[in-house]
């Protein structure tokens, strides 16, 4: 039996019943980094259903012509959005039809990576992650709004691909900077039972998350079963999420990490218990 330092658990959302692919990686490289890895998937995502799909693509025809020339950004607002365009077909038809004029940005580099990664895969655009606009700082809705506002011109459309039950921070913000914007709510998600995420009363606690929803339901969690906060630590990349994982569960520390790799991550938390 593997010796483990640490408890890594894994909130990441998944998409039916498959586990998220960063999920599978670290559960497979953990024993390497003497982490004990627990998938653990909160949420499950799915895509809208048939009449708000055809509402989507319905409103896009109508907010822009295939013969337009203006330049079109399409936005992957949440950190789920790249997977979610990717299993919306008739909406990469649309922008297949559109990719002359495409431009690209994304909330925070990571999700850049996985947009281009999908953009790619989709035969929308092969885009280099120099050319996916993003935030200074990972998840900032009015970094994110500025810097597509800056690079936009006159009477240019913003596609904001994003959650249905999503706050639109960046699609308001977009308005608020004097862009069209159109708001695309393409996938949303439904809460698992709590029943499967437990935490350990010998080894130090670290619990992954990418999202919001995520952290709420950590939360709730940690609240179920009585657990002590301040043996939990959050690991993540973004101010925001810290900033409301601190609050909501005081006591607890975070570990930022640079990027979503699983060889980063696992790395890190080793480190952080040697």
């Known amino acids: 039996m593997p010796t483990h330092n640490a408890n890594l658990i894994v ?8 586990d998220h692919p960063l999920a599978i990686a670290l559960a497979k490289d953990g024993d390497s980094y003497q982490t004990r890895v627990d998938v653990c998937p909160l949420t499950t995502l799915q895509l809208t259903n048939d009449a708000r799909q055809r509402a989507v693509l ?32 008739s909406l990469c038809d649309a922008l297949k039809l559109r990719r002359q004029r495409l431009k690209f940005a994304a909330c925070d580099d990571d999700t850049a990576t996985a947009f281009a990664a999908t953009l ?11 050319e996916i606009t993003v935030p200074s700082t990972p998840g900032s809705a009015a970094e994110l709004a500025s810097a597509v506002a800056a690079m936009s011109e006159d009477h240019e459309l913003s596609l904001v691909l994003e959650e249905v039950e999503e706050i639109t921070l960046v699609a308001k913000r977009l308005v608020g900077e004097g862009q069209r ?24 606690n670290f619990i ?8 709420y339901q950590v939360v709730q969690g940690i609240k179920r079963i009585g657990f002590d906060a301040s043996e939990v630590t959050w690991v993540g990349t973004r101010p925001a999420l ?22 980063t991550i696992l790395d890190r938390v080793s480190r952080h218990v040697s």
């Open 120 to 130: 790619k895969g989709v035969d929308i655009d092969t885009v280099g992650l120099g």
């Open 11 to 18: 909130s990441l959302a998944s998409w039916g019943a498959s």
């Open 208 to 215: 992954l998350v990418n999202d919001a929803m995520s952290v």
């Open 58 to 89: 319905r409103e896009l025809n109508d907010w822009d012509h295939v013969s337009d020339t203006r330049p079109l950004t399409v936005v992957a607002a949440n950190p789920h959005s790249p997977e979610a365009l990717e299993r919306f077909t």
């Open 181 to 204: 914007v159109m708001k695309m709510p393409i996938f949303g998600r439904t809460k698992n039972p709590l029943g499967g995420f437990i935490l350990d009363q010998d080894l130090p």
């Open 242 to 263: 810290k900033e409301m994982a601190l609050r909501d569960a005081p006591g607890s520390s975070w570990l930022d990490v640079p990027h979503l790799r699983h060889d």
